[in-house]
Nanobody, 118 residues
Framework: QVQLVESGGGLVQAGGSLRLSCAAS????????MGWYRQAPGKQRELVAV????????NYKDSVRARFTISRDNTENTVYLQMNSLKPEDTAVYYCNAMVQISQVNYWGQGTQVTVSS
């Protein structure tokens, strides 16, 4: 089992920045990748960014690639999402994800609200 606890959401004006954190605990050695997803009202959950456990491989949703940065601190078992130049369309609940490839199990955090005002 893996437990994920997110923090860092909030309300920000367009053009502002936020940093989300996701602390993992439990069987962290089983994790293959960690990432961030988001879900806006009335829309499907979508991938925002993902990072490999060694931190060398990352992938981003095209619309955030130039503005968001995913990183990890293995000493703290924490993944971060630095979000800059935020836009109203970034408003959503952001969920941390940990994927265990060998079992094809996905773990999710409780979600943190990000609201960008225009």
């Amino acid at each position: 089992q893996v437990q994920l606890v997110e923090s860092g959401g909030g309300l920000v004006q367009a053009g502002g920045s936020l940093r989300l954190s996701c602390a993992a605990s439990g069987n962290i050695f089983s994790i293959t990748t960690m990432g961030w997803y988001r879900q806006a009202p009335g829309k499907q959950r979508e991938l925002v960014a993902v990072i490999s456990m060694d931190g060398h491989a990352t992938n981003y949703k095209d619309s955030v690639r130039a503005r968001f940065t995913i990183s990890r601190d293995n000493t703290e078992n924490t993944v971060y999402l630095q979000m800059n130049s935020l836009k109203p369309e970034d408003t959503a609940v952001y969920y941390c994800n940990a994927m265990v490839q060998i079992s094809q199990v996905n773990y999710w955090g409780q979600g943190t609200q990000v609201t960008v005002s225009s």
